[in-house]
């Protein structure tokens, strides 16, 4: 197994504050996390980093005595009426914690306006270090990889890209030909998780299925071997597997963090 850049996502131990996500990567064995400075819905419980000076400093401290480093920063939405400019604070503070790549979901249904934002919001990330990478998610406007490609390749920035997560791959039915076209350069990190059974023919149950009932990596049934051989072999890796039944339960954010890992490393020796 070749040496990889492992990074633990908020998503999947979202009860975690920040600094105790920090401190929990530096146990398990990761070496980045993501944070989500942005809420994904509007019910999801959120840590304010961007608002939150005393915990953005808390947080920077635990960077900083752990060694752990800061990959992605999450997440934000393309919308009809989105103004990129109002994004420019959340960079800032993504900046101020060394990330290097910040996701984007594409959320608005006329797709030229979504590629015009996307060009524009990776104009507006370029001074800040950061490369959008668009997220394809089959409930959105950039469903697959496909369409996620087209809206980066027309968008014409060097700095953006697309990011594969297994989950979406496998219910978007991406291709693994597809994804073998695509330039190295368009692909600055993937998110690592796996899926059980059929795909669902109704999307409120695929989305459901997102956002609660993942699995860690081998214990599904997504060609996560036939995935991992076609993305670039070095790709840095964001473990993005939420576990609503495991967290019921009672397992700890540190348990499922480290049971991420320890998958996630089995599964590369395959590769």
């Not at 942005?38 to 900083?64: I, K, S």
């Not at 081998?218 to 790709?235: A, E």
């Amino acid at each position: 197994m070749t040496d990889r850049i492992f990074s633990l996502a908020a998503l999947t131990v979202l009860e975690l504050s920040p600094p105790q996500m920090v401190e929990v990567a530096a146990r398990t064995g990761y070496s980045h996390v993501g944070l989500r400075l942005v809420p994904a819905t509007p019910e999801e419980y959120h840590f304010p980093l961007v608002a939150d000076a005393a915990l953005r400093r808390q947080t920077l401290e635990r960077l900083r005595d752990t060694g752990i480093k800061v990959m992605d920063i999450e997440i934000l939405r393309l919308k009809a009426d989105t103004r990129v400019a109002d994004f420019e604070p959340i960079l800032a503070a993504g900046a101020e914690f060394g990330a290097s790549e910040v996701l984007v979901a594409g959320n608005d249904g006329i797709e030229a306006r979504l590629t015009d934002n996307f060009a524009a919001f990776c104009d507006l990330a370029a001074p800040y270090g950061i490369h959008p990478s668009l997220e394809f998610m089959p409930w959105t406007d950039a469903r697959d990889l496909t369409q996620a490609l087209r809206i980066v390749e027309n968008a014409g920035r060097d700095n953006g890209g697309v990011l594969v997560d297994a989950f979406h791959f496998n219910r978007s039915a991406s291709s693994l030909e597809d994804l073998a076209r695509v330039a190295p350069s368009r692909l600055r990190y993937a998110q690592l998780c796996d899926v059980a059974g059929p795909r669902p023919d109704d999307m409120d149950e695929i989305l459901r299925q997102a956002r609660n009932e993942r699995r860690f990596p081998g214990d599904g049934d997504c060609d996560l071997v036939g995935l991992l051989r076609t993305l670039p072999h070095d790709i840095p890796l964001s473990l993005e597997i939420p576990t609503r039944q495991l967290m019921e339960q009672g397992v700890s954010g540190e348990e499922r963090a480290r049971m991420a890992m320890d998958k996630a490393r089995v599964l590369l020796e395959r590769i």
